[in-house]
């Protein structure tokens, strides 16, 4: 009878490894699908935060230029141009830093070649106030500063950079 009983309570756990083999394996696959998803979601995280710090690095380096010029502008001492002539070296390696972040998501593409295009105009309304003061004088660099084109680039360029 013993050999019965083992042998009918064998039949009867078959069934039963095979259900817990079968839900340990469901648990494993879950479980690698949710590493895989996580992963997935810092990698783009990481993405999203290095092209925040770019975007923000180069909105700094163009604060920068601005200060400077509108020092320059005010005074006419060309020592305040350092800061422009800094950020004037430092923007196209920034604008070429936040392309290559981009590069893997076309919104953010998109979103770049915008920033780039306001930056540029940014930079070449800076450089004519610039020249105007030298060539014009401070009265017409200022009367220039005044129509407030170069308020609305910088807030144009603020706007394309916010994520």
Do not use: C, H
């Not at 290095?50 to 509108?70: P, Y």
């Amino acid at each position: 009878m013993d050999s019965v009983a083992l042998s009918l309570q064998g039949r009867i756990d078959r069934p039963w490894r095979f259900l817990a083999i079968a839900i340990v394996f469901v648990i494993v696959v879950l479980f690698y699908a949710d590493w895989r998803a996580y992963r997935s979601a810092t990698r783009q995280s990481d993405e999203a935060q290095q092209f925040i710090r770019q975007t923000n690095s180069l909105l700094s380096s163009i604060k920068d230029a601005e200060s400077g010029q509108r020092g320059y502008l005010l005074t006419g001492d060309r020592k305040y141009l350092g800061p422009y002539e800094k950020a004037l070296s430092e923007i196209p390696g920034e604008l070429d830093d936040l392309s290559k972040t981009a590069e893997t998501a076309p919104r953010e593409a998109t979103q770049v070649a915008r920033i780039r295009s306001l930056v540029n105009d940014k930079l070449a309304e800076l450089k004519r106030t610039i020249e105007v003061r030298d060539l014009e004088g401070d009265e017409a660099a200022m009367a220039l500063m005044r129509t407030g084109e170069g308020r609305l680039t910088m807030d144009e360029v603020r706007a394309a950079g916010a994520v």
